[in-house]
């Protein structure tokens, strides 16, 4: 069984910094790619950032210059460094695995985390 576990939410103020943290345990052969995404009140989910396993990364339009993400391959970790933070990143964010290939010989699928809520304000 494949499971994601996210760290580092919590409380900022506007300006301020986080940095969040997602493992992925179980018996995982391969990770095509793992991201973040958020999802605010009374908002659909939407792309924060991912990156490949060959270190290739997407990100948000709102969230470009700012926020950072990085992979620690021989962990199954990614991160995600959250600088200059705003009011409007607060949302619940939550990590994704995609085409987890995993050694019992399922079929490779997607798994995510629980979420982690962030909320900026003073």
């Known amino acids: 069984q494949v499971q994601l ?12 910094s986080l940095r969040l943290s997602c493992a992925a345990s179980g018996r995982i ?5 793992m991201g973040w995404y958020r999802q605010a009140p009374g ?3 939407e792309l924060v950032a991912a990156i490949t396993n060959s270190g290739s ?11 950072t993400i990085s992979r620690d391959n021989a962990k199954n970790t990614v991160y995600l460094q959250m600088n200059s933070l705003l009011p ?4 619940v964010y939550y990590c994704n695995a995609h ?10 699928r997607d798994y995510w985390g629980q979420g982690t809520q962030v909320t900026v304000s003073s």
């Open 43 to 45: 908002k659909q989910r």
């Open 29 to 33: 052969f391969a990770i095509n790619a």
């Open 88 to 91: 409007e990143d607060t949302a």
């Open 99 to 108: 085409f987890v290939v995993a050694a019992d010989g399922a079929l490779p």
């Open 57 to 67: 990364t997407n990100y948000g339009e709102s969230v470009k210059g700012r926020l």
């Open 5 to 16: 576990v996210e760290s580092g939410g919590g409380l900022v103020q506007p300006g301020g």
